[in-house]
């Protein structure tokens, strides 16, 4: 995999490729319209974008605070034909890494069921069942404690 660069979208335009990329993966196969992949904790929450060398977006993820000691990843997606190379990876390394000094104890997660093996990988365990998105997409709580 060529350079890959983490930022924090900050102008105008950045976060209109972060939104876009999250709808695209997330939203658009499921038929749902531009700016349903927005929620309202996304003002105050941190966001990571991975880039290569050319500036093309890669791979984005979200984190926000449940309480002060529980941070919450949402929204990690990477592009269709960047997956498996370690985008997603090094974005959740970087999440984590602002988790904890921020002063996070853990971090909790909902995994689609088919991203489970991405989390469990990547040291998160299943604490039990969670919501179904669009009536299709079953979800998985996952933990991990932080040190
Ligand atoms: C899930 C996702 C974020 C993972 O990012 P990625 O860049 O593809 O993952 P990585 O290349 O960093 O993978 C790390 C490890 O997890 C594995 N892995 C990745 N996706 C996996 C999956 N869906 N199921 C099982 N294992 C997976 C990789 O093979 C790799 O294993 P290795 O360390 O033995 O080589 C990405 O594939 C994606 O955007 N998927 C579609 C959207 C989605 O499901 N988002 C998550 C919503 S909860």
Redesign the pocket.
């Known amino acids: 995999m060529s350079r890959v660069t983490l930022i924090e979208p900050s102008s105008h335009d950045e976060f209109e490729r972060y939104y876009h990329l999250r709808w695209k993966?997330?939203r658009a196969p499921w038929n749902q319209p531009p700016g349903s992949e927005r929620d309202a904790q996304d003002e105050g929450s941190t966001h990571v974008m991975a880039v290569n060398a050319a500036r093309e977006l890669l791979?984005i993820g979200r984190l926000h605070f449940n309480s002060i000691s529980e941070a919450q990843i949402r929204y990690?997606?990477?592009a269709v034909d960047?997956?498996?190379?370690?985008?997603?990876?090094?974005i959740l390394d970087q999440l984590e890494q602002r988790a904890r000094r921020l002063g996070a104890q853990q971090v909790v997660?909902?995994?689609?069921e088919?991203?489970?093996?991405?989390y469990r990988?990547?040291g998160y365990r299943a604490t039990g069942p969670g919501h179904m998105l669009f009536n299709q997409i079953a979800?998985v709580h996952m933990c991990k404690q932080l040190r």
Request: proline letters at 0%; aromatic letters at 4%.
């Open positions: 993966i997330l791979g990690m997606a990477v960047r997956q498996r190379c370690g985008v997603g990876s090094l997660l909902d995994a689609r088919t991203a489970i093996g991405f990988k990547r979800h």
